[in-house]
């Protein structure tokens, strides 16, 4: 699996907006960008993925570099709930598992 | 959103007892689940994959008579950990994915968190 470099931790402000960064060089060109969060002591929560086009859903928006070897998940507006560790991952299509890295712990300050 | 229950939510046993987690995907078909587990402020390790009617393929390293995996049904799979030893003690957590319907996306369950004494 094609790994991914995040930053051990981040922090916000409430209601200010939040760019997470990835760091993914080796991609391979049919490698999906997985975003997963994951709040204490519960099981991991979907976030948004991507190919190679910029994705937008209610939760987030995913930017991926034009080369895809970079992405940023952006949250618009971070609320204390969003206070989380976010996990980058890539996965091949249609691939059966997901492999997590370490990720990003998000603080959000009221 | 789908929904995966995941029971118990907490066990506690004595060492070398045997505790069976279930997962259950409660509004899809999981033709995929995965059973990963996690040790304070580390990371998910993924220990297997589930596919129904199958075996299931276990990583590197995890013991598949330690933890044994049944993938029974479409919406059911259980994780039994044998002979629970204090080093077992961790946070499992389950996830399904049913991919013709919800493509990429993986859901997880809420965790059991395996306390043995």
Known sequence: ?110 | GAVVSQHPSWVICKSGTSVKIECRSLDFQATTMFWYRQFPKQSLMLMATSNEGSKATYEQGVEKDKFLINHASLTLSTLTVTSAHPEDSSFYICSARDYRVSGEKLFFGSGTQLSVL
Not at chain 1, 60 to 88: F, G, M, N, Q, W
């Open chain 1, 1 to 110: 699996d094609a790994k991914t470099t995040q930053p051990n931790s981040m922090e916000s402000n409430e209601e200010e907006p939040v760019h997470l960064p990835c760091n993914h060089s080796t991609i391979s060109g049919t490698d999906y960008i997985h975003w997963y969060r994951q709040l204490p002591s519960q099981g991991p929560e979907y976030v948004i993925h991507g190919l190679t086009s910029n994705v937008n859903n209610r939760m987030a928006s995913l930017a991926i570099a034009e080369d895809r070897k970079s992405s940023t998940l952006i949250l618009h507006r971070a609320t204390l709930r969003d206070a989380a560790v976010y996990y980058c991952i890539l996965s091949q299509g249609g691939s059966e598992k997901l492999v997590f890295g370490k990720g990003t712990k998000l603080t959000v300050n009221p």
